[in-house]
């Protein structure tokens, strides 16, 4: 089976403008959740779809940050404006079962200059 | 909420030699615990997993993990390290009765040496 797949795998992009980026689940897994990894720290939770709904949105950082999943299919992360605190690694995983093993993308890196 | 330690930011070790990757997790109730390695320029990539039964568990490429509830640890072991096993590993956390999240540590850079 496809595993999970993120698009594009690097970005850069100057502080103010706007990155969406894209990440598609593997077939069949309602969940789907994302996380980052700022440049030395842990992996931190951002938030949690179910199908189309957002069950948890608690580690999104501020209101710069716009998560869809319109369809229950792939979702969209978007970061507008973008500032430098934003640059990272940002992992898009999927699970079938809520609590069983995430399955995890490999990830696009955010560079905001 | 959860914490995750990992103490060990970055481990060298020579090629045939035993490694254990430490990891203790803060929580009290019930978990699941994981372990993800990540090699240069790719994803995560899940090595095992406990959710209950044994405590000792294998994982893929000769890893295993035990699980002690009384010390919360959750320690990643290799007899015998190759020099495919140079990667970044995680440990993760997930408290599935009071969350939706996993937790992880900072991560523990393996460095096998020839």
């Known amino acids: 089976e496809a595993g999970v797949t993120q698009f594009p795998s690097h970005s850069v992009i100057e502080k103010g403008q706007t990155v969406t980026l894209r990440c598609d689940p593997i077939s069949g897994h309602d969940n789907l959740y994302w996380y980052r990894r700022v440049m030395g720290k842990e992996i931190k939770f951002l938030l949690h779809f179910v199908k189309e709904s957002k069950q948890d949105e608690s580690g999104m950082p501020n209101n710069r940050f716009l998560a869809e999943r319109t369809g229950g299919t792939y979702s969209t992360l978007k970061v507008q404006p973008a500032e430098l605190e934003d640059s990272g690694v940002y992992f898009c995983a999927s699970s079938q079962v809520h609590g069983q093993p995430q399955h995890f993308g490999d990830g696009t890196r955010l560079s905001i200059l | 909420a959860q914490s995750v330690t990992q103490l060990d930011s970055q481990v060298p070790v020579f090629e045939e030699a035993p490694v254990e990757l430490r990891c203790n997790y803060s929580s009290s109730v019930s978990v699941y615990l994981f372990w993800y390695v990540q090699y240069p320029n790719q994803g995560l990539q899940l090595l095992l997993k406990y959710l209950s039964g044994s405590t000792l568990v294998k994982g893929i490429n000769g890893f295993e993990a035990e699980f002690n509830k009384s010390q919360t640890s959750f320690h990643l072991r290799k007899p015998s390290v190759h020099i495919s096993d140079t990667a970044e590993y995680f440990c993760?956390?997930?408290?599935?009765?009071?969350?939706?999240?996993?937790?992880f540590g900072t991560g523990t850079s393996l460095t096998v040496i020839p």
């Open positions: 993760a956390v997930d408290t599935p009765n009071t969350g939706n999240q996993f937790y």
